[in-house]
């Protein structure tokens, strides 16, 4: 039965001891093997375009510049969104449980950053985890999730990426092939990182009680694992249950 209770966290861990920027982005061209400096400015430069991009969501989505003074990057890797992350706040905080992947992002040396293999005990004005919890059971990630909202300063922001379901060829039709699917999931057989479906219901629940009361929700694909994007805003006004 031990195999049923896969260490997630070792297989990030190996991954970031062996292929740590393919690890987070699956082409060939960040493969360990055939990596070079000009891949690894294109690796960081997407993360440039996705932080430009996420900055319009949110000023779209807040009616206002976006502009928080602390983050918190949960699952930060190498620090591809981390330090994009440091032009629009003040202070970045990348956060990831493989310190292999932590001392390449700390080999940037971007001002405003820093990175640990533990969540601060610190308030935050915006938190962002983007494809990282698919790869972390749900009943655990719901866990971190509640700890991660207790940290949000009354008027804070979060944008949060979950899968919560997959096609027919990653599912499986038949009762036999949902049941490897799962044991699958359970134990990352044949795969280097298991994948997590959430409950979207469990989600909405779970971050509206924590004052999050304004929320866009933006369907994602990734190879027919289908996920959801959540933009939410924190509401002062609202009480928060997550005491």
């Given amino acids: 039965m031990a195999l049923l209770y896969r260490d997630t966290d070792r297989d990030w861990q190996r991954i970031g001891e062996t292929e740590p920027f393919w690890g987070v ?8 093997d055939s990596l070079t400096s000009d891949a690894v400015e294109a690796f960081y430069d997407t993360g440039k375009d996705y932080v430009g991009w996420l900055k319009g969501e949110m000023e779209a989505f807040c009616g206002a510049p976006f502009a928080p003074r602390k983050a918190l990057d949960f699952g930060c890797g190498v620090g591809r969104l981390t330090h994009a992350m440091t032009a629009v706040a003040e202070e970045v905080i990348g956060v990831d449980i493989a310190p292999a ?119 994602t694909d990734h190879g027919g694992h289908y996920g959801v994007f959540i933009i939410g805003r924190r509401n002062a006004k609202t009480p928060s249950v997550l005491t």
Avoid at 25 to 32: M, Q, S, Y
Avoid at 117 to 130: K, N
Avoid at 183 to 191: I, L, S, V
Avoid at 199 to 216: F, P, V
Wanted: hydrophobic share 40%; aromatic share 8%.
């Fill in 101 to 219: 992947m932590l001392a390449r992002a700390r080999e940037r040396g971007e001002a405003g950053v820093r990175f640990q293999t533990d969540l601060p005990d610190e308030a935050f004005d915006w938190i962002h985890s983007y494809i990282v919890f698919q790869h972390i059971p749900a009943a655990r990630g719901m866990d971190i999730l509640r700890d991660l909202l207790r940290r949000l300063t009354p008027d804070a922001c979060v944008t949060l990426h979950f899968t919560v379901g997959r096609s027919d060829a990653h599912r499986g039709s038949t009762p036999l092939a949902r049941l490897l699917q799962w044991y699958d999931n359970r134990t990352g057989a044949g795969h280097q990182v298991s994948m997590h479906d959430y409950d979207i219901g469990e989600l909405t629940r779970t971050l509206y009680a924590a004052g999050i009361n304004q929320m866009n929700l933006l369907p």
């Fill in 25 to 32: 982005l699956t082409a060939p061209e960040f493969r360990k």
